[in-house]
């Protein structure tokens, strides 16, 4: 039976907005570390029957098939295709599960599943600018669609959430994300970005040490008088590209390579597009009963913080134990750029398991429209 192992996750270090990456183009950013699977694997890129790169506003410096481009800028093969998808905040966790499905049903022997995102270069809403992606009959339907901070207070509001509950939560963030920093926890997942000045960035730039929740309770609220949700207790604003090497493990046989983990079971859900960040509660349930899997055989969990609230619902509702959920921290303190934040996410949490010998890890996270994927994925 044809499986599809993944043999290198890589990314580069998230820039904060109008920071350290700030002056990459996205396509260089995504051509940087499609080189370094190369450089890490030996592989000849020839042998890429296709590049599935996620990101989110495809405009601009992210327009016309941004990860064609960043094949050619790779100085890969002009044999070697691409696509560029979007499933918003999710998509490059999509395109491991395209990439996955495609290297199982046979049709790719060798994929790579990436993404990228310069939120400082297009800026959130960019793609929106010059008109309004919803017709008069989803607005029928739903009236007005809000913003995600707005969606982030509903939560908060239907689990009677707290603003220190928020910003705990996000102090701690902060906290473990510095701890795997300093204990050399993201070094194997990180490829350096060369700047051409002879200098390089090859560190996380949005850690804010220090950061306590008596700090983040001065921020005012973003979205809503009176509200709970800050710019503190929110992922940030971040640059980054990150990316998957997969194929099937007799293919990684035949080149020699040795398989770090397995795409085990992959799933996508739909909910509510008005309350929109909930998907991540079903997309879990959904991927347990699809895997065959409880909760308790799940040794470490990424659920993607682009909000405080998100993961705090998603653990009020699912019971996980939170010490093993975004151990080494989250977009809240590392950034959430977000068409290569699925990828990124899956980085991590490959790379340890790897270092701490965990059998089953499990990936969510809320996307745009109300939409979620989940990732089981099995150590080998």
Partial sequence: MRDAVVVEAIRTPIGRRGKSLSDVHPSDLSSVVLQGLEQRTGIDPAVVDDVIWGCGAQIGDQSFNIGRNAVLGAGWPESVPATTIDRQCGSSQQ??????????????????????????????????????????LGKRRYGAFPDQGSSAQTLVDRWNLSRTQLDEYSAESHIRAAAAQDGGAFDSQIHAVPLGDGTSVAMDGGIRRGSSVQSLAELRPAFREGGDITAGNASQISDGAS????????????????????????????DDPVTMLTGPIPATAKVLRKAGLDLSDIGTFEVNEAFASVVLAWLAETGADGT??????????????????????????????????????????????????ATVVELI
């Fill in 95 to 136: 395109a491991v599960h395209f990439a996955a499905a495609c290297v199982i049903s046979g049709q790719y022997e060798v994929a790579v599943a990436g993404g990228v995102e310069s939120m400082s270069r297009v800026p959130m809403g960019s793609s929106m600018a010059s008109g309004s992606p919803f017709g008069k």
């Fill in 243 to 270: 990316a998957l090497l997969l194929m099937t493990s007799e293919k990684a046989a035949k080149l020699g390579l040795v398989p770090l983990a397995r795409i085990h079971t992959a799933v996508v859900v739909a």
């Fill in 324 to 373: 093993i959920v975004n151990s080494d921290g989250g977009a809240i303190a590392l950034g959430h750029p977000i068409g290569c934040s699925g990828t990124r996410l899956m980085a991590t949490l490959i790379h340890r398991m790897r270092r701490d010998g965990i059998r089953f890890g499990l990936q969510t996270m809320c996307e745009g429209g109300g939409m979620a994927n």
